[in-house]
């Protein structure tokens, strides 16, 4: 395999996140074969300098012309194997910020034997020197873009080897069988018969057990994504004061005037450890008004977005002809929750009018964004229509590209039950059963290809 650039060079970049005015400490990471003798060549540390493992040492990172302190740091020394790459690593701890971090960066980088490391390079360096497997450094990837406790906890069974471990395990039990077929096949006279109804009933329990982990995958996935959940309805509804009571928070303007709403909004709030996005769209009705019109084309795309659509009415006027031809324009794949607000306000309807009115469509809840009333119900609907409510019992949940590859493997299972069910020779069984293996082993990084190095650590940021 060859790499874009060898492993044996020496990389450096930011470790931390930077942000003007934020966060005390900064780590600039540098890993590779002279890691030590970049540090040695900008840092000036008082008394005698061992440079042993897994120790800490004070000092200052010095200008070329070693006359002034860039910054007063903390140098920790680790060298390979007992390092995050493998190799020998030396972090050294700046002050946080923006100038002093970058400085002591751009210093380290003069050295003529060290470059600027690429997006997920340190991580790449780990799975090649065998300190991670492939699962563990996305997992890392998706630890620190966790955007909930929930999604952190996948995140480190992950980091843990818990999808490695189940992995393996199911791809080693397809390596029994294919190893059994292929003795067959080569040496069927010289071995004792093998009974294939008990081949295709391992096999099947690897699929059975590929089939779980793409169930929870797909609930991991609301975890770690979250939803997009689009609140449209008529303009003076209530949409703003819904997004409001549930980010407990004004977020947007409520008023009287309808239309007041002429951009999309965005608030995201955390429900029993699932992320939503809440979108507070712009009213949608005619209008010569320019810049409403722009909010209004960007409600409509909001919708077409969506994981959810919450069609909001005015309970107290009753469900109206512009509530129901809005309602016709959310596509029929797209979940949606019809919801009467303003249950607080007295209808000004009569109770014939109203019941009349309202029993043009049946509501699916009642809510009051200004007194709660129905909040929890709301919550737990939202949740339940995406299967978001039964996340609590996942252990492990595999990334996207990890899923594919699990499908993959128990389509081909899939096409090795139908060569078993017609009987065909020992040779034909084998062919799909190294594909699934294949699949698997590519999910840990056992069947690595420069390709798919390349296309899952470029996503990762510089420093990891």
């Known amino acids: 395999m060859t790499l874009p650039f060898p492993i044996e060079e020496t990389i450096a970049a930011i470790a931390t996140a930077i942000a003007a005015g934020q966060g005390g400490i900064a780590v600039v990471r540098i890993s590779g074969p002279k890691a030590l003798t970049v540090c040695e060549s900008i840092v000036s540390v008082p008394g005698e300098k061992l440079w042993t493992s897994h120790k800490v040492f004070y000092g200052h990172v010095m200008n070329a012309e070693k006359n002034e302190h860039i910054d007063e740091v903390l140098i920790l020394i680790m060298r390979g194997p007992r390092s995050f790459t493998g190799e020998d690593v030396v972090e050294i701890h700046c002050h946080g910020g923006l100038i002093a971090v970058q400085r002591v960066l751009e210093r380290v980088l003069t050295h003529p034997e060290v470059r600027r490391a690429l997006p997920g390079e340190f991580s790449q360096r780990a799975v090649l020197n065998g300190r991670l497997d492939l699962t563990q450094a996305e997992a890392i990837s998706e630890l620190i873009g966790a955007r ?61 057990k590929l089939y779980e982990l793409l169930d929870d995958a797909t609930r991991g996935a609301l975890v770690r994504q979250g939803l997009r959940v689009a609140i449209i309805g008529c303009p003076n509804v209530g949409k703003s004061s819904l ?25 995201e709030v955390l429900f029993e450890g699932v992320p939503i996005t809440l979108l507070d769209t712009a009213g949608m009705r005619p209008t010569e008004d320019a810049v409403e019109q722009l909010g209004i084309a960007k409600s409509q795309e909001a919708l077409l977005t969506a994981d959810i659509v919450v069609l909001l009415f005015d309970l107290s006027q ?22 009467g607000n303003k249950a607080d306000i007295k209808s000004k309807l009569t109770i014939t009018q109203q019941a009349k009115k309202i029993a043009a469509i049946k509501p699916d809840l009642i809510f009051s964004a200004l007194t709660g009333e129905g909040e929890e119900p709301f919550i737990q609907s939202l949740l ?46 084998t062919i799909d059963l190294r594909e699934a293996i294949h699949s698997l082993g590519e999910i840990t990084g056992i069947e690595v290809t420069e390709a798919l190095l390349d296309r899952i650590f470029s996503r990762f940021c510089i420093g990891k």
Do not use: Y
């Open 148 to 208: 909930s406790r929930r999604a952190a906890q996948l995140a480190m069974a992950g980091i843990d080897g818990g999808i490695q471990r189940r992995i393996t395990a199911l791809r080693e039990a397809l390596l029994d069988q294919l190893s059994e077929l292929e003795a067959r096949v080569d040496f069927e006279d010289e071995l004792p018969p093998l009974d294939g109804d008990e081949v295709l009933k391992e096999i099947l329990k690897v699929q059975s």
């Open 243 to 267: 997004l409001n009571r549930l980010s407990r928070r004004e977020r947007a303007i409520v008023s009287n005037i309808p239309g007041t709403t002429r951009d999309l909004l965005e608030s």
């Open 318 to 339: 009753g469900w109206t002809e512009e509530d129901a031809a809005l309602l016709a324009k959310v596509p029929n794949e797209i979940p949606r929750l019809v919801v």
């Open 384 to 429: 339940h229509i995406c299967g978001a409510n039964e996340t609590q019992g996942l252990q492990i949940a595999l990334n996207e590209r990890q899923k594919d590859l699990a499908a993959s493997a128990a389509a081909a299972l899939k096409r090795t039950e139908e060569v078993a069910n017609q009987q065909l020779p020992w040779d034909f069984w």
